[in-house]
């Protein structure tokens, strides 16, 4: 915390106490984290998020849409040699969250070395390509 000076931690202060969200005064301080611990060490009780503000749920819905609307093409592009990154990235979804699908539909994670091996292999066959 000792990023802040003293008037930031003020200000931190009193925008939440009239009112403003800790994700909108977040959104100035560069970390929810640091203005939580502000707000928590200056013995203030956080507030719960109003119940249309919370994104646990929608996103959870939203998520299971995706992946069963999708779910033989993100297997595919898996499969195809996509990384988890760049299948989530496609798919709108984190690569954690990919990772997990897969090994849930019994779906072999490429270990590190077939990740970089399959990297190599294509950037090879791309420069082939080329010449």
Same mark, same amino acid.
């Given at each position: 915390m000792s990023k802040l000076k003293d008037h930031e931690r003020a200000d931190? #202060? %009193?925008?939440?106490?009239? &009112?403003?969200?800790? *994700?909108?005064?977040? *959104?100035d301080?560069?970390?929810?984290?640091?203005?939580? !611990?502000?707000?928590?060490? $200056? &013995?203030? $009780?956080? %507030?719960?998020a109003p119940e249309g503000k919370r994104l646990g749920s929608w %996103? %959870?819905?939203?998520?299971? $849409? #995706?992946?069963? !609307?999708?779910? +033989? +093409?993100?297997?595919?592009?898996?499969?195809?040699?996509?990384?988890?990154?760049k299948t989530g990235d496609r798919f709108g979804l984190n690569h954690a969250t990919v990772e997990r699908f897969l090994r849930d539909q019994g779906v072999p994670i490429r270990t590190f070395e077939q990740a970089h091996s399959l990297r190599v292999r294509s950037r090879v066959q791309k420069a082939d390509q080329g010449a």
């Open positions: 931190i #202060i %009193r925008r939440y106490a009239a &009112g403003e969200s800790l *994700r909108g005064i977040s *959104r301080f560069g970390s929810q984290y640091l203005v939580r !611990k502000v707000l928590v060490n $200056a &013995g203030i $009780a956080i %507030r719960p %996103r %959870r819905r939203e998520v299971a $849409a #995706i992946l069963e !609307k999708h779910h +033989d +093409d993100i297997i595919e592009t898996y499969l195809g040699g996509s990384s988890l990154m």
